[in-house]
């Protein structure tokens, strides 16, 4: 059984830092090519930061050079370190496979950032 959980998220004031983590378990390894989703209301789910098998990292645009994605195998966790976070980061995170995820998504977890 697959399972994936995130979580970290929060409410934060713009240009303040939150972590998210994502615990994979199951038939999905962090070794995999995983990323993180989100999704703000009424808008549909984009891939904003994702990391390869050879451990290669991609950003979305709207993210580079604010979000840094990695993984810690030992313990099949995938994180995300946002940083300057804006007002326009607001949405639920979700950790999944790239490029195409699996069919059962976590519960994912809120980022709100209001100042």
């Known amino acids: 059984q697959v399972q994936l959980v995130e979580s970290g998220g929060g409410s934060v004031q713009p240009v303040g830092s939150l972590r998210l983590s994502c615990v994979a378990s199951g038939s999905i390894s962090s070794t995999y090519h995983m990323g993180w989703y989100r999704q703000a209301p009424g808008k549909q789910r984009d891939l904003v930061a994702d990391i390869t098998r050879g451990g290669t990292t991609n950003y979305a645009d709207s993210v580079k050079g604010r979000f840094t994605i990695s993984r810690d195998n030992a313990k099949n966790t995938v994180y995300l370190q946002m940083n300057s976070l804006k007002p326009e980061d607001t949405a639920v995170y979700y950790c999944?496979?790239?490029?195409?995820?699996?069919?059962?998504w976590g519960q994912g977890t809120q980022v709100t950032v209001s100042s």
């Open positions: 999944n496979l790239v490029p195409i995820p699996y069919q059962y």
